[in-house]
T-cell receptor, first 119, second 109 residues
Framework: GAVVSQHPSWVICKSGTSVKIECRSL??????MFWYRQFPKQSLMLMAT?????????EQGVEKDKFLINHASLTLSTLTVTSAHPEDSSFYIC???????????????FGPGTRLTVL | RKEVEQDPGPFNVPEGATVAFNCTYSNSASQSFFWYRQDCRKEPKLLMS???SGNEDGRFTAQLNRASQYISLLIRDSKLSDSATYLC??????????FGKGTRLSVIA
């Protein structure tokens, strides 16, 4: 099956710093990647949808200037949490899809997640 | 009303028991339904899709009732390895996946 990796798997940083998380599709070309966030004991919440070569589409309530998403190639999307604060501490998970623009579950493959802790 | 609602549990059951989870969804236009399994500090993984006709995969049976907007998952002969959080996931056409908060299952020896 399709494999998606994330790096780093966990990160601890000081308040005010920026953190970059990478999401890679290892054995397929992902035209669409999705970024989710999950707080403890909460459901996964979609943050944004990223199509290769175009600007990401952010969900309501997600600050696009704080969570910078770049999808420069068909196998890599990055999420940068800028000026991170303790309330940004969460589990960030990406998923990748074959088909551009279609949020169809059957085509989404999840990465292992990145646990961010902001001190 | 939340889009996808699940009983958070935890459900603590002995090995070999049968356990059932329920989920309700609010959007009647929802098209696709799934159960995911999520282990602690891991990403969710697809357990099975849910069809109106019902579907079975080994010890797992999923049912969908569109009229009541209700989805269920039945696990027979529970194993210790079944301990996890089970997520109900709903999807419309060209809409994002919507995840429930999950139901925590703990199978005890």
């Amino acid at each position: 099956g399709a494999v998606v990796s994330q790096h780093p798997s966990w990160v601890i940083c000081k308040s005010g710093t920026s953190v970059k998380i990478e999401c890679r599709s290892l054995d397929f070309q992902a035209t669409t990647m999705f970024w989710y966030r999950q707080f403890p004991k909460q459901s996964l919440m979609l943050m944004a949808t990223s199509n290769e070569g175009s600007k990401a589409t952010y969900e309501q309530g997600v600050e696009k200037d704080k969570f910078l998403i770049n999808h420069a190639s068909l196998t890599l999307s990055t999420l940068t949490v800028t000026s991170a604060h303790p309330e940004d501490s969460s589990f960030y998970i990406c998923s990748a899809s074959y088909t551009s623009g279609v949020k169809n579950f059957n085509e989404q493959f999840f990465g292992p997640g990145t646990r961010l802790t902001v001190l | 009303r939340k889009e996808v609602e699940q009983d958070p549990g935890p459900f603590n059951v002995p090995e070999g028991a049968t356990v059932a989870f329920n989920c309700t969804y609010s959007n009647s236009a929802s098209q696709s339904f799934f159960w995911y399994r999520q282990d602690c500090r891991k990403e969710p993984k697809l357990l099975m899709s849910v069809y109106s006709s019902g579907n079975e995969d080994g010890r797992f049976t999923a049912q969908l009732n569109r009229a009541s907007q209700y989805i269920s998952l039945l696990i027979r002969d529970s194993k210790l390895s079944d301990s996890a959080t089970y997520l109900c996931v709903v999807n419309g056409v060209n809409t994002p996946l919507v995840f429930g908060k999950g139901t925590r299952l703990s199978v005890i020896a």
